[in-house]
């Protein structure tokens, strides 16, 4: 700060100007697919502030800045800048705004069920084991469960153990709830025929082969193949969709009556569901059927109407698959009908018996209505759930 003035030939009159220092400060974002920086390029006076705008694509949110800036509401404030700065804010992914989240909030979870001898009409969310040992959260009643994905509205059964969400097909929300009308299977004279992959054979062990598709695994595949790219990478291909086909009352055979376990539990008896699954009768294709015991958990009840559970009902009030019964992936006999032994599955009913669980030859009409799970990191990005507000959302 000293300043010379040389050799001086005359008097001189003249002033000093005074500027404040001034410093760029330059702000970048770690990762632009998950948030990006407005203003980030300024120039500041010695020992002002600079105001940062933060904004978080969808899913994500701020975590940090190594700018020693204080954020609030997405507003980063650098203060007090004595020097240049570069410096960069970190965002990363929002699990509170995940479709599993956001419904587990929406419904706190009450805990397992005590009993499932009898409708339950409650609307909640509720705990089970699944499969592989991992709590699954799932729904009752007729919550606002419904979600918009891949041009059509859908209701979640649950929250798969793994944090995938589980989903069924309620098309437009109205009574075409289904993709199609045919049998389960084009056969019912062999037990294999239950079976979603199935081969023939003289025994179970042999059934379980799995080298032929059931004719509704086939719509359903028929379906699924028509989904594009973009909506395929919202699914998770890795969860298990359950055909079980154990057998806990009699043996099995050709040319006997025996029930499937699905059929003990629920057609003798009214005991709880599961979720447990034998590993030749757990399938991962990306797609299946709603399971006889995601009905029981949903509040159904063999030969028992409930008409006010979700699975049932439209957005309108009404049923969600119009005149038609849908077909389960649960077996639950091979038994003698009419003049023969034959196949039995789990079905819903809906003329006479709304809302039922009950069972029907393999070989009669029903209407298909997929199921498919999305993955755990889908996010939601509006709605709330209802038949008119579903749940949108975007995978990032």
Same mark, same amino acid.
């Given at each position: ?16 100007? !005074?500027?404040?220092?001034? !410093?760029a ?13 407005? /203003? ?26 190594n ?13 007090n ?11 990363? #992914? ?15 979870? &009450?805990?397992?069920?005590?009993? #499932? /001898? ?7 969310? =509720? ?10 959260y799932? %729904? ?13 509205l ?25 993709? $199609? ?6 056969r019912?004279? +062999?037990?294999? !025929? ?38 395929k ?24 009556? #025996? ?15 599961? %979720?447990?699954? =034998? ?32 699975? !049932? ?11 038609y019964?849908?077909i ?5 006999? #091979? ?8 196949? +039995? ?7 006479? +018996? ?14 298909? &209505? ?16 209802? $038949? ?9």
């Amino acid at each position: 700060n000293t300043m010379t003035i040389s050799n001086i030939t005359a008097a001189k009159t003249c002033t000093v100007t !005074y500027g404040i220092n001034q !410093y760029a400060v330059t702000v970048t974002s770690t990762d632009t697919n998950k948030g990006t920086i407005s /203003n980030g390029s300024q120039t500041i006076n010695h020992g002002s502030n600079a105001t940062i705008t933060l904004s978080p694509k969808a899913g994500y949110k701020y975590s940090s800045n190594n700018c020693g800036g204080t954020v609030s509401t997405n507003t980063m404030t650098i203060s007090n800048i004595t020097s240049a700065k570069t410096c960069t804010v970190t965002f990363v #992914f929002d699990e509170s705004k995940t479709l599993a989240n956001t419904i587990k909030t929406a419904y706190p979870s &009450r805990g397992a069920r005590s009993s #499932f /001898n009898a409708v339950y009409t409650t609307t909640a969310m =509720h705990e089970i084991a699944d499969y592989d040992g991992k709590t699954s959260y799932y %729904l009752t009643g007729n919550p606002n469960n419904w979600v918009s994905f891949a041009g059509k509205l859908w209701r979640i059964i649950r929250v798969n153990g793994d944090g995938s969400v589980r989903l069924l097909y309620a098309g437009t929300g109205g009574e075409d709830g289904y993709i $199609g009308i045919a049998p389960y299977n084009t056969r019912t004279n +062999h037990p294999a !025929y239950v079976g979603w992959k199935y081969t023939l054979g003289g025994s179970l062990a042999a059934n379980r082969e799995n080298s032929t598709v059931s004719n509704a695994y086939s719509k359903v595949k028929t379906w699924y193949d028509t989904l594009s790219s973009t909506d395929k990478a919202y699914i998770n291909t890795n969860a298990v969709y359950c055909n079980d086909r154990n057998i806990t009352s009699g043996r099995y055979s050709t040319s006997e009556n #025996f029930y499937y376990a699905g059929g003990t539990r629920f057609n003798i008896n009214k005991n709880a569901p599961t %979720l447990s699954c =034998h590993a030749q009768d757990q399938f991962r294709d990306g797609f299946g059927l709603m399971t006889a015991d995601e009905v029981v958990m949903a509040g159904g009840l063999y030969g028992t109407n409930n008409a006010s559970a979700y699975y !049932y009902l439209n957005k309108d009030g009404g049923s969600a698959t119009g005149i038609y019964c849908w077909i389960t992936m649960t077996p639950c006999s #091979f038994r003698w009908y009419t003049d023969g032994l034959v196949a +039995h599955m789990f079905y819903v009913a809906i003329s006479g +018996h709304i809302g039922q669980l009950d069972s029907i030859v393999i070989v009669g009409n029903s209407s298909i &209505r997929p199921v498919v799970s999305l993955k755990s990191t889908v996010l939601v990005t509006g709605g709330n759930g209802t $038949g008119n507000s579903p749940y949108t959302l975007v995978n990032p």
